[in-house]
């Protein structure tokens, strides 16, 4: 797939790039490319948003493409529905996942059901960026995994990037994308680093990737958790447990061909993620992976998760957090035989 | 003031109530002089002792700001958004509030806790990270802090009309944020309270900026305070900086509301001088000039020079003062000192009022986590005293 871009957009020689600076990049560039493309929402104007992502963005385009919006989230969310059906791409921010939930209205019964109640006659292209999830110290409401809100809803598109380089590419084409897109920026992932040359194309945003090879486990990653999935396939080596990593980058679609052949291989799966157990994204796929696997499956698909309780503050959010530790001990209560 | 548009909006009340002034109503001016009747409002200064309580309490609650911001900034607190420069506002909700009231509070409002008798131990307990919300709310009839603009607003308005379905007096005060009136919740409560004619007191603190955002981004119209006209309740647009204008204002307001009169929405105009939480850079949006302009218009200094000129504060008084607040600056460093372990078990403990079986099995594998870790750092303290004991033996 080629993004729809009206000029292509030159190669850069190889920077140290943020994953902040990533993202920055991937919406700097769509907007060269393509003028529909707007940006608007929280402190994103002169600001450049309180994680930085859209610094510098005001200053090049002005105040007719980035602006900072009234203090609504409702409001921001629809008015970027009727931007996006009269010509327009707009890229808003949600300033943090707990804050995206006054949209939630205009999300479930617009964002999401337009092209359907229209019989495809009206289309929205825009692009819902919410920082999300814990790991930075946050106080409440800062570290919210809201993920399975969006994924439960039909017509979304659910996208979660763990690296710099998917970051601007999936950004990139989620802006590209005809229909609307949640993309879901991991905060303890913010300033990760990586060494591009962009305009970077990875795979297509709406397919998993195996990030590590293994033989005996598919652990199951996205966001926040893969680095944790990673650490924790390197520490198996020493108990002599060899853990394949997907990172499943898309919530929605979910890649069963990429997930289920790796099952199908280890016979073995657990889902990783912060958001608590119960109802939780989890359980869409150990649900969809045994229905479609049960014959190939050594033992149960296990859920890492959260625990079933609100977000913890800063000082307790270790305990809640799934850690490598938790993840092995986990995997040894299947049977290995 | 940045949202005065050239705009003139002609708006027919339907209230008994003064369209918001376009200048600010106020009883102490920016020199620290008793202002024009004109621009009182119809407002008498409180009288000397009420001022002099006001003022212990600005330099009690500065000191607790400041103390806490350089706490923050040594990294022992995960945030602290600072309400300097906004003391007055915050001071004289207060204080316009009786033992039964009830004060809904924002992330900002740390300083009314502190005024309204929270300790400084249970006000930071949030602050650095201990729980959500570190106090006694029923003691002390403060909800938690709200981080989710606005929606605090509409809980306000929620629990004063029960206490006049239940016949009683209690009023609710709210703090709300120039930005915060920009979300929907603002506006349904503002609504609700004015049909319900819920006994609430709507207090704005009008700091010119949301984080970045500064107030024209947010609205066209003159003042926050005339929204109330369009709500059908009285609107007072208050120089923020002018406790005793502030006071007499919400104290009426809360009064008022209390006399069955309904709510009433207050607009305190004022600054916010420090960053909006620590890790807010304001050189990215705000001219460094405005902070020299609204610290000649500082709330303390102005009433600590009316205070003077009157002969109602003396330099032992001032000391007096200062000394309490330096005693409770020492109380707050010294709170931080004590460790205040949280149990993790505990954070199963509060979800549901009946336990669920889930949870107990959560918080039994958390338990077994934790003894293990305790094992293994037992075992690791065990080996390097061995090696320790060993080495002395080399040594000795
Ligand atoms: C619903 C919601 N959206 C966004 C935020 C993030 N946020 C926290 S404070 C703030 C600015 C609020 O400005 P204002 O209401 O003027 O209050 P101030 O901080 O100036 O006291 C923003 C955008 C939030 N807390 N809640
Ligand atoms: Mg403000």
């Not at chain 1, 962009?198 to 590590?212: C, D, E, S």
């Not at chain 1, 649900?287 to 959260?306: C, D, K, V």
């Not at chain 2, 077994?368 to 320790?388: G, P, R």
Request: glycine share 6%.
């Amino acid at each position: 797939m080629t993004l729809p871009d009206t000029a292509p957009t030159p190669l850069r020689a190889p920077v140290t790039l943020t994953m902040a600076a990533a993202l920055n990049a991937a919406i700097q560039d769509a907007m060269r490319n393509d003028p529909t493309v707007v940006l608007f929402g929280e402190d994103v104007g002169p600001l450049g948003g309180v994680f930085r992502v859209t610094d510098g963005l005001y200053a090049e385009f002005g105040e007719s493409r980035v602006s900072d919006s009234p203090l609504a989230e409702s409001g921001i969310v629809g008015t970027a529905i009727g931007m996006a059906m009269y010509g327009l791409r707009p890229v808003v921010e949600m300033q943090f996942d707990a804050f995206s939930y006054p949209a939630f209205e205009q999300i479930v019964s617009h964002v999401a059901k337009m092209r359907n109640r229209t019989r495809g006659r009206i289309q929205l292209p825009l692009v819902i960026r919410i920082p999300y999830a814990g790991d930075i110290g946050g106080v409440e409401h800062h570290s919210d995994s809201s993920e399975a809100y969006w994924t439960a809803t039909p017509g979304l598109t659910v996208v979660s990037p763990s690296n710099p380089a998917d970051a601007y590419s999936m950004l990139r084409e989620a802006i590209a994308c005809d229909d609307p897109v949640i993309f879901l920026e991991p905060k303890s992932r913010y300033w990760a680093k990586a060494e591009l040359s962009l305009p970077v194309r990875t795979a297509p945003m709406t397919t998993a990737v195996v990030l590590r090879e293994g033989t005996d486990v598919t652990l199951i990653a996205y966001g926040p958790t893969v680095k944790t999935a990673l650490a924790t396939a390197e520490l198996a080596v020493a108990e002599g447990l060899s853990i394949e990593v997907i990172d499943l980058r898309s919530l929605s679609p979910f890649d069963d061909e990429t997930v289920g052949a790796s099952l199908r291989k280890t016979s073995r799966a657990a889902v990783l993620h912060e958001a608590a157990q119960f109802g939780g994204y989890g359980a869409e796929v150990a649900a969809r992976l045994t229905e479609r696997n049960f014959y190939h499956l050594a033992a149960p698909i296990l859920r890492i998760t959260g625990f079933d309780i609100p977000y913890p503050s800063p000082k307790l959010e270790q305990y809640f957090l799934p850690t490598p530790d938790r993840i092995l001990t986990a995997l040894g209560t299947w049977e290995w035989n | 003031m940045p949202h005065h548009c050239d705009m003139s909006l002609n708006v027919e009340s339907l209230v008994e109530s003064p369209l918001a002034a376009p200048r600010p109503l106020r009883l102490i001016d920016d020199t620290g002089r008793a202002a024009p009747l004109d621009e009182a409002g119809g407002f008498a200064l409180p009288d000397p002792a009420t001022l002099l309580n006001l003022y212990r309490r600005m330099v009690v609650a500065r000191r607790f700001d400041v103390q806490v911001t350089a706490l923050t900034r040594q990294g022992r607190l995960a945030t602290y958004p600072s309400a300097l420069g906004q003391e007055a506002c915050e001071i004289a909700a207060v204080a316009a509030l009786g033992a039964e009231d009830w004060l809904f509070p924002t992330y900002r409002d740390s300083i009314a806790l502190l005024t309204r008798g929270v300790p400084p131990e249970h006000i930071l307990a949030s602050f650095r990270g201990d729980w959500h919300s570190g106090y006694d709310q029923n003691a002390h009839r403060i909800a938690p802090q709200a981080t989710p603009l606005a929606t605090q607003a509409l809980h306000a308005v929620g629990l004063a009309t029960a206490s006049k379905l239940k016949r009683e007096r209690t009023v609710a005060l709210t703090l709300l944020g120039d930005g915060a009136t920009s979300e929907g919740d603002a506006h349904e409560a503002f609504n609700f309270a004015a049909v319900w004619q819920a006994p609430v007191v709507f207090v704005v603190q009008n700091n010119q900026y949301a984080i970045s955002v500064p107030l024209d981004k947010q609205m066209r119209c003159r003042t926050i305070a005339d929204k109330a006209i369009g709500y059908g309740m009285p609107g007072y647009f208050v120089d923020g900086n002018d406790v005793a204008a502030m006071y007499a204002v919400t104290s009426s307001a809360v009064e008022n509301a209390r006399a069955g009169h309904g709510p009433t929405l207050i607009e305190g105009l004022t600054y916010r001088m420090e960053a909006h939480t620590n890790s807010d850079d304001p050189s990215r949006y705000r001219d460094p000039g405005d902070l020299e302009i609204w610290r000649r218009r500082d709330p303390i200094t102005r009433l600590d020079t009316y205070l003077c000129e009157i002969g109602a504060l003396s330099d032992a008084e001032r000391a007096d003062i200062r000394a309490e607040a330096e005693d409770l600056a020492a109380d707050t460093r010294e709170c931080m000192t004590r460790s205040a372990p949280v149990d993790p078990l505990e954070l199963f403990d509060h979800v549901y009022s009946t336990p669920r079986a889930a949870l107990a099995e959560q918080r039994a594998f958390l338990a077994a986590e934790l003894d293990e870790h305790a094992e293994h750092a037992e075992h690791a303290e065990h080996a390097v005293a061995a090696s320790v004991a060993a080495h002395s033996g080399v040594n000795s």
